[in-house]
């Protein structure tokens, strides 16, 4: 069983930082890509920022420049480095991996439970 676990979210400050960490574990032979959505309330969830494991990445136009995704492929871990946070960033953020479980295996979507992350002065 394969599960993904998030850890970082809070409350802060408009301007202020805060890191999201997310583990991977179970019976995994890849994960690729590996990366991060959010959900606000009242909002459908999207897209934040995805990293595969050839080390493309893919981000919202709305973090750019802002969040900084980073990946250990050997631990199969996610980071999410955020700066400059603004009230809109506020949302649950899910950590997500498209995992196969050997090299034959077809890849499945996981999600973590999901962090709260609020920006609020």
């Known amino acids: 069983q394969v599960q993904l676990v998030e850890s970082g979210g809070g409350l802060v400050q408009p301007g202020g930082s805060l890191r999201l960490s997310c583990a991977a574990s179970?019976?995994?032979?890849?994960?690729?890509?590996m990366g991060w959505y959010r959900q606000a309330p009242g909002k459908q969830r999207e897209l934040v920022a995805l990293?595969?494991?050839?080390?493309?990445?893919n981000y919202a136009d709305s973090v750019k420049g802002r969040f900084t995704i980073s990946r250990d492929n050997a631990k199969n871990t996610v980071v999410l480095q955020m700066n400059s946070l603004k009230p809109e960033d506020t949302a649950v953020y899910y950590c997500?991996?498209?995992?196969?479980?050997?090299?034959?295996?077809?890849?499945?979507?996981?999600w973590g439970q999901g962090t709260q992350v609020t920006v609020s002065s």
């Open positions: 997500y991996g498209s995992i196969r479980s050997s090299w034959y295996a077809v890849a499945n979507d996981y």
């Open positions: 990293l595969t494991s050839g080390g493309s990445t």
């Open positions: 179970g019976v995994i032979f890849s994960i690729n890509p």
